[in-house]
């Protein structure tokens, strides 16, 4: 590969390329749990967990219960919560871990000062330990990611990557930038130089550390679109697509490359599966692959490129995913592990349901035949209960039955023409504002005054923000020569 194209790289994801390091997939929850509980298990000087999700059930006690023991043991405990992902998580649950010797932050609770700012999610599942050793994708710390569908054993599937060699202090360093934000700094010791981590195998690896706001990830894959000449395929959980990435999706399907997503048939946030779905026709038009994955939940963020560029981590293709989380990717370039990647893909594909434009009637060879999904029958009831259930109490939101059970039409052989879809969309959708409606009739206080609430937070909020604001340059303009001294010019000044 010419030079210009890793520079060119380089620039788009703000991530060095490093070599001599050896990566391996973990797929599921299962296989993740057990490398990530024996990495710490083995440390001796610290370990560093940082993870959206972290409850206080029964793999979670397991995770709490060994990073006691280490602690215990005089080893550095520094873990990483979302305030808002892990809000249902018991403050004696955390309270517990710190009286062991665990150092435990929420990352961006709630603040007056910045009332706006709870928009900024800490959505990394990453843990590093020792400098050696270190993991990153998709899986949280619940018992939903052990869990199988009760009618076709399908797991709830996810996908990290294990990672030796020097690229771990690429994650370690995006540990400790969040990690700084939340309190104080993480010691020097505790930051490994890549050139002090010895070679272990031979894969080379960009770290991509999304911050809010730095858009790398998109920038990646549209510069990966751009160049892509056979293959791009894509796994996502909670696909809401960006215009540009989008175009990119379809300008690429168009030129003839093979551009496939794999989403979940049953999202256990099934909001977001409608809204998905209202993009597939332009996807499809455009010749881009549609499936959707059959077992409980499709939450792996992962892609592959020719064969050659594979990228597994936490972010959602939507835009609290590529703009305003912090978020952690790890991209390969590498034939072998490519390979893995595609291989892990196709068998995906084998427990998915293609989404077509039209249900097919006759095809001319076997090419031509659209993927068969197994299994050809409708989800049944208890499989929606299991797939409702997987995000535990206190998630209320997320918990919301689907409207007109959308992935109950997984029934058609051959896949699953589009317009089914989008009649049950239409149907929800009408049905939603219809019911909307005769309650604004029936009880027009119900409407108006949960509206008028909305609306003065709203308000009180943008208010509170441009007073916190102005009192932070009065008093930057005091400290630093008071009122009258603020350059040249009335516009902000840059340095």
Not at 215 to 220: K, L, T
Not at 317 to 322: A, D, E, F, P, R
Not at 415 to 439: K, Q, V, W
Request: glycine share 10%.
């Amino acid at each position: 590969m010419a030079n210009g194209v890793y520079r060119a790289m380089e620039r788009v994801s703000d991530a060095p390329l490093r070599r001599g390091n050896e990566l391996k997939l973990l797929r599921n929850g299962p296989a993740t749990y057990e490398a990530w509980l024996s990495a710490i298990e083995g440390a001796k000087g610290w370990v560093h967990l940082e993870n959206y999700i972290f409850r206080a059930d029964g793999i979670g006690v397991r995770f709490a219960d060994a990073l006691c023991q280490k602690a215990r043991e005089g080893v550095t405990v520094r873990v990483l919560y979302d305030w808002f992902g892990s809000a249902d998580v018991p403050s004696s649950f955390w309270k517990r871990m710190q009286e062991a010797g665990v150092e435990a932050r929420a990352v961006n609770p709630p603040a007056v000062r910045e009332p706006l700012n709870f928009l900024k999610r800490d959505h990394r599942k990453l843990i590093a330990v020792d400098g050696v050793y270190a993991s990153a994708g998709g899986v949280c710390i619940g018992d939903e990611w052990l869990k199988r569908s009760p009618e076709t054993n399908l797991p709830y599937r996810d996908t990290a990557v294990s990672v030796t060699g020097p690229a771990v202090a690429d994650l370690e360093e995006a540990f400790a930038g969040v990690w700084d934000e939340a309190g104080e700094p993480l010691p020097s010791w505790e930051r490994p130089d890549p050139e002090d981590i010895p070679v272990a195998g031979e894969k080379a690896v960009r770290v991509i550390i999304q911050e809010p706001g730095k858009a790398r990830i998109s920038r990646v894959l549209q510069f990966l679109m751009a160049g892509v000449e056979k293959r791009m395929w894509i796994a996502d959980a909670y696909f809401l697509s960006t215009p540009t990435l989008t175009q990119a999706l379809m300008a690429a399907a168009r030129d003839g490359v093979d551009v496939r997503i794999l989403l979940p048939a049953t999202n256990d946030l099934p909001w977001i599966g409608l809204l998905s779905r209202t993009g597939y026709r332009q996807l499809l038009e455009a010749g881009v692959r549609v499936f959707e994955y059959g077992g409980l939940m499709m939450h792996a963020k992962t892609s592959v490129a020719d064969g050659l560029w594979g990228r597994v981590g936490s972010t959602n293709l939507n835009v609290s995913g590529l703009l305003t989380n912090w978020e952690i990717d790890l991209l390969a370039e590498n034939r072998e592990f490519g390979a893995e990647m595609e291989t892990m893909f196709e068998e995906d594909l084998a427990d998915a349901r293609e989404i077509l434009l039209s249900r097919p009637r006759s095809f001319t060879s076997r090419r031509d035949r659209p993927l068969q999904a197994r299994p050809e029958r409708r989800i049944s009831r208890a499989e929606r209960r299991a797939q409702r259930g997987t995000r535990g109490r206190g998630s209320g939101a997320r918990a919301v039955a689907t409207v007109s059970r959308l992935g109950g039409t997984l029934t058609a052989s051959g896949g699953t023409p589009l317009n089914t879809y989008e009649r049950s969309i239409g149907a929800a959708l009408a049905a939603g504002s219809l019911g909307f409606s005769a309650l604004a009739v029936r009880h027009p206080r119900a409407v108006a005054w949960p509206l008028a609430a909305v609306g003065g937070l709203a308000g009180s909020l943008g208010l509170l923000q441009v007073a916190q604001r102005e009192w932070s340059e009065r008093r930057t303009r005091r400290k630093f020569g008071g009122e009258g001294d603020t350059g040249s010019g009335d516009g902000p000044r840059i340095s």
